[in-house]
């Protein structure tokens, strides 16, 4: 079956960088997503990886290495804003149409 | 924009009563899905659909139906609500020809069931 592994809590300081992994085990992986959510609000789609890399969007950044079913989204000159949780999700073979989310990280950003 | 809207945020039902969730998109959107938040346990899949009539069961679909009659609505029926059933519940709506992992979230709705 699927399972995903995240950390349930990150705690770092305004204007730092903060890394937050994600582990998984699929068969027929196609990517990993990232999705943020704020206390109260919806969950957001943040970035999305296929391929092995980095992708660089504006102060974060996704990467994935499928050879180590591993990936993390890299947050830079945090922000009080980005105290939100952080959600890594796959899509594979036995999703199909869907995404099989982790349990979130919890992301605490103090000054 | 896409918006996903959800027909109520916060509901409060009795124990054993059927309850209705409706969810509605404006984007045309083939696929919607529908979830449960519960703290520590993330977002789990109760069901989806990839087109109008059509549903799949998710992870966790005991104790709930869905109905698909139109491409931008999409409900979750809850036959006889019981307590495990308080949680958070959100819709979700996909084009099936995009970023098949790039999900557009309602609001969510709190229910609770005593």
Redesign the interface.
């Known amino acids: 079956g699927q399972s995903l592994e995240q950390p349930s809590e990150v705690t770092a300081v305004e204007g730092a960088i903060v890394q937050i992994n994600c582990t998984y085990q699929t068969s027929g992986f196609y990517g990993l997503s990232w999705y943020q959510q704020h206390d109260g609000g919806a969950p957001t789609f943040l970035s999305y990886n296929a391929l092995d890399g980095l992708e660089e969007t504006g102060r974060f950044s996704s990467f994935l290495s499928r050879s180590d079913s591993y990936g993390y989204l890299l947050l830079q000159e945090l922000q009080m804003k980005d105290s939100a949780s952080y959600f890594c999700a796959v899509r594979d073979q036995n999703s199909g149409y869907a995404l099989n989310f982790g349990k979130g990280t919890s992301l605490l950003v103090t000054p | 924009d896409v918006k ?1 809207t959800q027909s109520s945020r916060y509901l409060v039902k009795r124990t054993g009563e059927k309850v209705f969730l409706e969810c509605v998109q404006d984007m045309d959107h083939e ?1 919607m ?1 529908w ?1 449960r938040q519960d703290p ?6 109760i069901y ?1 659909s ?1 087109d109008v009539k059509m549903k ?1 069961k ?2 966790i679909p005991e104790g709930y139906s869905v109905s698909r009659e139109k491409k931008e609505r999409f409900s979750l029926i809850l036959e006889s609500a019981s307590t495990n059933q308080t949680s958070m519940y ?1 819709c ?1 709506s ?1 084009n ?1 020809q995009g ?10 709705t709190r229910l609770t069931v005593t």
């Open positions: 996903v696929n899905f979830y520590g346990l993330g977002l789990r899949l989806f990839y799949e998710g992870d959100l979700a996909r099936s970023q098949l992992s790039e999900q557009y979230f309602g609001p969510g």
